[in-house]
């Protein structure tokens, strides 16, 4: 897919999103992706709306079409011809910018093995629709300096469906999607493009005549939820089908679950599998312990001022993986948990949940704290939503650690 370089100025330098945000009309790299099928119209009055009717105008530095094989057809022949085609005629009548817009831009399905698809009917070229829909939106997407708008004004319903949808998993606070609606009579006319900015006279089926200057195009922009910070990374950089998107924007709606298996050294999070070392595995459920037995929330240990209490919660959670007041862990906490421990274990333990879940599971299954000090960290995951399963066995560490924190002392 062709990427256009060329510098434009713009009040923040030309980057986006460094001082919050930013109209779309302010990106460097801004792309009108149009799904389209025998009406190749829809384009060029998506075009006219944006650039006449929006305030302030979006102004397309490129323009790209999903469409079928006859799709492509059309729209070559009709917008980009050399008669002038009407795509040309659009930019020379309102003079705007050169925009990258060529057949490279018209992106035509076509099956497995390369064969075009002319029609989108089958469960299988459905199938295909929404993967490539869901590729094409996943690549803009990754680009932080373009701002996306998506028409769903032309095509079967389907295609508007796909393309809305995959907005609404991939999108970003910049992108758009919208739907342009057409002056009677000039609605479904084969003959209109746009509103001339002159008179331009066209006919209907019934030979009627009429002035294109006269016509009405409204852009309708359309709301969508955004559900792109809930999925894993993985999903938005490597190449993925629609389906595999909606699951785990699926996974990521579900209410969390986590289950404690100190047999296994491991946990359930959402049903999927993460093991962790002992230190980690330890850690998180000695928050999730506090939290379901209604305790306060923590507070990291000051500097050089270790934490007894919070030491002697700890072993109890570490003695169920069979730990010894020999072991290394064990013998560190003989002062009580140091701010070092604390802070490094709970760092830890965030970057192997985003290795194995993502964001997401940072999110529903990590640490959360108050943001003003001095912060308080609790476990995100809802007591109510938290079971240990296996065994817990009373380990010598375990039985001395809760004797030494019930009399207050020191382990």
């Not at 020379?92 to 831009?105: C, R, V």
């Not at 970003?172 to 057409?182: E, F, G, K, T």
């Not at 000039?186 to 001339?196: A, D, G």
């Not at 008179?199 to 709301?223: G, Q």
Request: hydrophobic share 35%.
């Amino acid at each position: 897919m062709k990427k256009n370089t060329k510098e434009r100025k713009t009040g923040n330098g030309g980057r986006a999103g460094k001082k919050g945000p930013i109209h779309p009309a302010a990106f460097r790299r801004r792309v009108l992706l149009a799904v389209t099928g025998l009406s190749p119209q829809v384009v060029t009055e998506t075009l006219y709306a944006l650039t006449q009717t929006l305030k302030p105008g979006f102004v397309p530095t490129e323009v790209h079409l999903m469409t079928t094989a006859e799709g492509k057809e059309r729209a070559r022949l009709t917008l980009l011809s050399d008669d002038p085609g009407w795509f040309h005629r659009l930019r020379k009548d309102y003079g705007l910018p050169d925009i990258d817009f060529s057949e490279q831009n018209i992106h035509a399905l076509a099956t497995a093995d390369g064969k075009p698809i002319d029609d989108i009917r089958t469960r299988r070229e459905n199938e295909r629709l929404a993967d490539a829909l869901t590729e094409i939106i996943r690549e803009f997407t990754a680009d932080p300096d373009c701002a996306l708008h998506v028409s769903i004004a032309g095509g079967r319903k389907t295609m508007g469906y796909y393309a809305g949808y995959a907005l609404s998993l991939l999108g970003r606070a910049q992108d758009r999607l919208s739907h342009v609606l057409v002056s009677a009579p000039y609605e479904s006319n084969q003959q209109f493009y746009y509103p001339t900015p002159h008179r331009h006279v066209i006919y209907t089926s019934s030979n009627r005549p009429l002035d294109a200057h006269e016509a009405k195009v409204t852009l309708a922009e359309i709301p969508f939820v955004r559900l792109r910070e809930g999925l894993d990374e993985r999903l938005l950089k490597g190449s993925v089908t629609f389906s595999e998107v909606v699951s785990a924007a699926q996974k990521a709606l579900e209410p969390a679950s986590l289950e404690i298996d100190f047999d296994r050294q491991c946990i359930f999070a959402g049903g999927r599998k993460v093991r962790l070392a002992p230190a980690h595995l330890s850690f998180l459920s000695w928050l999730a312990r506090r939290a379901c037995d209604g305790r306060p929330n923590v507070v990291s240990p000051s500097d050089g001022v270790p934490e007894e209490e919070y030491a002697c919660e700890y072993l109890l959670e570490y003695g169920n993986i069979g730990d010894d007041l020999d072991g290394t862990t064990a013998k560190s906490m003989r002062k009580g948990m140091t701010n070092t421990f604390f802070e490094q274990t709970k760092s830890r333990l965030h970057r192997a949940l985003r290795e194995a879940l993502g964001p997401e599971g940072v999110r529903q299954y990590g640490i959360s704290n108050t943001e003003t000090p001095p912060r308080q960290y609790w476990i995100a995951t809802p007591p109510k939503s938290i079971r240990w399963i296996g065994w817990e066995t009373p380990s010598p560490s375990r039985k001395l650690a809760e004797n030494q924190r019930k009399q207050g002392g020191k382990v």
